[in-house]
């Protein structure tokens, strides 16, 4: 079974930079589509960005040119790289595996101040 685990979430000013990561167990992740949604309070869920095995990517429209979804395979490690982040930013981001059985992480809080 594959477990994901996200971290470097937390609170930065607006136009600040974050670095997410998300760490696989299991050896399916350099097979699998991998991507990062986010929740806010009171809105639907989002898939950000999402990742093929050989590094395309996709991209929700309010977070291209700022986000940067990337992945390391032989370290079953996907990143999101979020730069001039604004105050709507602030979610929970979450790390998952996805199509066929979509697999989550915990979660990550990331909150931006305005």
């Known amino acids: 079974q594959v477990q994901l685990v996200e971290s470097g979430g937390g609170l930065v000013q607006a136009g600040g930079s974050l670095r997410l990561s998300c760490v696989a167990s299991?050896?399916?992740?350099?097979?699998?589509?991998m991507g990062w949604y986010r929740q806010a309070p009171g809105k639907q869920r989002e898939l950000v960005a999402q990742?093929?095995?050989?590094?395309?990517?996709i991209y929700l429209d309010s977070v291209k040119g700022r986000f940067t979804i990337s992945r390391d395979n032989p370290k079953n490690t996907m990143f999101l790289e979020m730069n001039s982040l604004k105050a709507e930013d602030t979610a929970v981001y979450y790390c998952?595996?996805?199509?066929?059985?979509?697999?989550w992480g915990q979660g990550t809080q990331v909150t931006v101040s305005s």
């Open positions: 990742i093929g095995p050989g590094g395309s990517s």
């Open positions: 998952v595996k996805l199509y066929g059985k979509e697999i």
């Open positions: 299991g050896s399916i992740f350099s097979i699998s589509w």
